[in-house]
């Protein structure tokens, strides 16, 4: 059972920067997907940033583009998300995802559905 734990939520002003951080309890070997969503109350869950490990292709959606990267540290087993540029819209908790046994293809990792990890979500808050 791979469990996920997500930090570097927080309070920030429109334009300032964060910088999430998901370490894995372990690490697969598998071409897989892993990707960041979030979620207001009320509100589906978004797909934000995704990465395949599998060539490294990595996914935005297009509110965040230009403003977000999502990267990986292999010998931390830890995924990362850089938010610049905030703005408030960008308020939610967000979640990382992961799929170690390799199920999802390339192309596939903005499908929740598809994910069996989730971290337990870290609240980002951006005032204007």
């Known amino acids: 059972q791979v469990q996920l734990v997500e930090s570097g939520g927080g309070s920030v002003q429109a334009g300032g920067s964060l910088k999430l951080s998901c370490t894995a309890s372990?690490?697969?070997?598998?071409?897989?997907?892993m990707a960041w969503f979030r979620q207001d109350p009320g509100k589906e869950r978004e797909g934000v940033a995704a990465?395949?490990?599998?060539?490294?292709?990595?996914y935005y959606a297009d509110s965040v583009k230009g403003r977000f990267a999502v990267s990986r540290d292999n010998a931390k087993n830890t995924l990362y998300l850089q938010m610049d540029s905030l703005k408030p819209e960008d308020t939610a908790k967000y979640y990382c995802?992961?799929?170690?046994?390799?199920?999802?293809?390339?192309?596939?990792?903005?499908?929740?559905?598809?994910?069996?990890?989730w971290g337990q979500g870290t609240q980002v808050t951006v005032s204007s």
């Open positions: 990465l395949y490990t599998g060539g490294g292709s990595t």
């Open positions: 995802a992961q799929d170690p046994e390799g199920w999802m293809r390339d192309g596939t990792c903005f499908d929740p559905n598809g994910y069996n990890y």
């Open positions: 372990e690490y697969s070997d598998k071409n897989h997907c």
